[in-house]
T-cell receptor, first 116, second 115 residues
């Protein structure tokens, strides 16, 4: 079974600075997708960024980017120019790349605090 | 566009009581999911339905039953609630098409407390 590990239960960053959240995963499959979800205090799960395993290029979405290291099974999230609104729980998630169901396996999350 | 709607948003039960969490999506998605979220545990899959008429167990199915009522609706039932089922429950849906990184769309969550 696939597992996702987030080794940092909590992180903090100063407003306008950069922070990196770590995620590692374990799988024997070669085709899969990886995601970062954000959960603010409202509890809503919001997709931040996604990465296809077959793509070598790291995904970017505005201030959010990933460092995808397939051989090391590592998928870290970098948040640049941190804003107060970035404060939230962040979850890394894995989905296999085939099959009729797209169920996600989640890590335990990292709580990000942004200090003004 | 409502997306995924869960009801109720909050519920308090006594041990042994039963209840059903309702979920409906209006995106014509094929697949639907129920997750639970506990502090320090992330989200864990309870049950899912890859398509109308099918349901499968996830990681933590014990104590729960599900019904895929139609393409839009997927309910989660607790027959005899236990304090260990105190959690926040999320329903989600996805297109179910096997192509591309189709993402899950989540409901707002339902906080359940079992006394």
């Amino acid at each position: 079974a696939q597992t996702v590990t987030q080794s940092q239960p909590e992180m903090s960053v100063q407003e306008a600075e950069t922070v990196t959240l770590s995620c590692t995963y374990d799988t024997s499959e070669s085709d899969y997708y990886l995601f970062w979800y954000k959960q603010p205090p409202s509890r809503q799960m919001i997709l931040v960024i996604r990465q296809e395993a077959y793509k070598q290029q790291n995904a970017t979405e505005n201030r959010f980017s990933v460092n995808f290291q397939k051989a090391a099974k590592s998928f870290s999230l970098k948040i640049s120019d941190s804003q107060l609104g970035d404060a939230a729980m962040y979850f890394c998630a894995y989905r296999r790349g085939w099959g009729g169901s797209e169920k996600l396996v989640f890590g335990k999350g990292t709580k990000l605090t942004v200090n003004p | 566009n409502a997306g995924v709607t869960q009801t109720p948003k909050f519920q308090v039960l006594k041990t042994g009581q039963s209840m059903t969490l309702q979920c409906a999506q209006d995106m014509n998605h094929n697949s639907m999911y129920w997750y639970r979220q506990d502090p320090g545990m992330g989200l864990r899959l309870i049950y899912y339905s890859a398509s109308e008429g099918t349901t499968d167990k996830g990681e933590v199915p014990n104590g729960y039953n599900v019904s895929r009522l139609n393409k839009r609706e997927f309910s989660l039932r607790l027959e005899s609630a236990a304090p260990s089922q105190t959690s926040v429950y999320f329903c989600a849906s996805s297109s179910g098409v096997v192509s591309g990184a189709n993402v899950l769309t989540f409901g707002a969550g339902s906080r359940l407390t079992v006394l």
